[in-house]
């Protein structure tokens, strides 16, 4: 028997709650719906908003973070790096146009 996959992002963490479903219905639900499982979506609607912030205000990525229910900037920071292959702030300043 396998174990649904664990859901370790705050927002993954707080998504199962408020919903009221068992990280194994709702991934089931989210694979049904959009081809991958419910972390991975999560994760994706975090960092999509994320990048969002960091082009589009003034926000340090500590508040980014903060914003999105991480712990502090470091936890935010791996989460970011591990998923867009760069920093935050190297991500904004890309992102905004500046050469390197």
Not at 13 to 23: D, F, K, M, P, Q
Not at 24 to 41: D, E, F, P, Q, V
Not at 52 to 61: D, F, I, Q, W
């Amino acid at each position: 028997m396998t174990t649904a996959p664990a859901m370790t992002t705050p927002m993954s963490i707080r998504c199962v709650r408020v919903l009221g479903y068992s990280v194994r219905t709702l991934t089931r639900a989210t694979h049904a719906a959009a081809g991958c499982g419910a972390k991975r979506y999560i994760d994706d609607r975090v960092l999509l908003e994320a990048k969002r912030l960091l082009v589009h205000t003034a926000l340090t990525a500590t508040a980014i973070g903060d914003r999105l229910g991480f712990p502090d900037a470091t936890v935010f920071t791996k989460f970011f790096r591990q998923r867009a292959t760069e920093t935050p702030a190297t991500f904004r300043h890309r992102a905004r146009g500046h050469r390197p």
